[in-house]
């Protein structure tokens, strides 16, 4: 479904990604783990074409992506629910969500979707009307990604949704996206810090160092390879 190949991408003269391949396939759920620094956000966005790469190839169901406006990309089916959320803070919980239907211009269409992200979401729902500014972390969380799913992706990426929660709600962010990729068959590009709980409900995994990856394989195998059990659990 999506295919990166060999892409290079740089802040003016410094390189953030060199030579980054990567793969995924209709139905998976892929983490992307790597320490502060290592270039998962600039992946994800040189993918939602919010950056333009240097080289190399970024193909989704075989179209290539580079050079496309952003825009274009989500009318595609590929969201991005970014890095601190993004939410417009003094709009409600209903704003929000229809901003994110932009694409999607049928009222019908729209009530529909709204309904699905609710379903998955029972808090939101309650809080409709509430400022999103005033939810806590984890409903501006859900609020982030009920937002992604209202442009009706078929591949879902997330840059880091479990930043700055604790560790309670870490873990129900996290089930929810295993639910919404095994019940609803959404595909998912997860970006993590949270190695250990991003690999327990990941297919498969790939580790980004300094610009590089360095290790791709199953999940399972990953979290319990020597790279991984040493630079990112420390044991
Ligand atoms: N807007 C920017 N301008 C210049 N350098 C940047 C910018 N954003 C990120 N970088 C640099 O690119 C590298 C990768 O950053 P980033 O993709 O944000 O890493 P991560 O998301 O893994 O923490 C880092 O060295 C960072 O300092
Ligand atoms: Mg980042």
Do not use: C, W
């Not at 998976?28 to 994800?44: C, D, F, P, R, Y």
């Amino acid at each position: 479904m999506l295919v990166v190949d060999k892409l290079s991408v740089s802040y003016d003269e410094a390189p953030a990604l060199r030579d980054v391949s990567l793969e995924v396939t209709q139905g998976e759920l892929v983490a992307i783990i790597g320490a502060n620094g290592a270039g998962k956000s600039t992946l994800l966005k040189a993918i939602a074409g919010l950056l333009h790469p240097d080289a190399g190839s970024i193909r989704f169901d075989g179209q290539e992506l580079a050079g496309r406006p952003p825009y274009e990309i989500v009318g595609m089916g590929l969201a991005l629910t970014p890095e601190g959320r993004r939410l417009f803070s003094r709009m409600s919980v209903y704003e929000n969500l229809l901003v994110g239907a932009t694409p999607n211009r049928d009222q019908e269409a729209r009530q529909a979707l709204m309904k699905e992200v609710f379903d998955l979401f029972p808090r939101l729902k309650e809080r409709q009307k509430q400022k999103a500014g005033t939810l806590s972390g984890g409903e501006q969380q859900m609020l982030a990604i009920g937002r992604s799913l209202m442009s009706q992706p078929r591949l879902l990426m997330l840059d880091e949704p479990s930043l700055g929660l604790m560790p309670l709600l870490v873990d129900q962010i996290l089930e929810t996206l295993q639910r919404l990729n095994q019940e609803r068959g959404m595909t998912i590009l997860l970006v993590e810090q949270n190695v250990r709980e991003a690999l327990e409900i990941a297919h498969r995994g790939y580790v980004l160092q300094s610009g590089r990856i360095v290790a791709a394989d199953d999940a399972n195998t990953l979290l319990h390879s020597d790279l991984v059990r040493r630079a990112y659990l420390g044991i």
